[in-house]
Nanobody, 122 residues
């Protein structure tokens, strides 16, 4: 089970950190990713991190603003979001994949959290 937290209402330019806690699986064996779905849009890749944390991957719209990290001892993956803008408003989901690289392809992600809402006001 994956449980996201940390979402909320912020203003343009603010920062926010999302957390995703794992239970019931061998967390360190999974590549972890963050995706988001804005109203009326398809689910979009945000970021991913390899099992050890040594490799990361970011979507074009967040590169340079967001960072992903993980703590395998705490079985948690984080998404640090900086310089937020209204286009970042979405439900954010974390997900796990049994692949060795931080893939952006949604098809590899086998299990998902329930999502957490992030709303950025202007």
């Amino acid at each position: 089970q994956l449980v996201e937290s940390g979402g909320g209402l912020v203003q343009t330019g603010d920062s926010l950190r999302l957390s995703c806690a794992n239970s019931g699986r061998h967390f360190s064996t999974y590549t972890m990713g963050w995706f988001r779905r804005a109203p009326g849009k398809e689910r979009e890749f945000v970021a991913a991190i390899s099992r050890s944390g040594s490799s990361t991957n970011f979507g074009a719209s967040v590169k340079g603003r967001f960072n992903i990290s993980r703590d395998n001892a705490k079985e948690t993956v984080y998404l640090q979001m900086n310089s937020l803008n209204v286009e970042d408003t979405a439900v954010y989901y974390c997900a796990g994949a049994v692949v060795p690289v931080p893939s952006s392809s949604i098809k590899y992600y086998n299990f998902w959290g329930q999502g957490t809402q992030v709303t950025v006001s202007s």
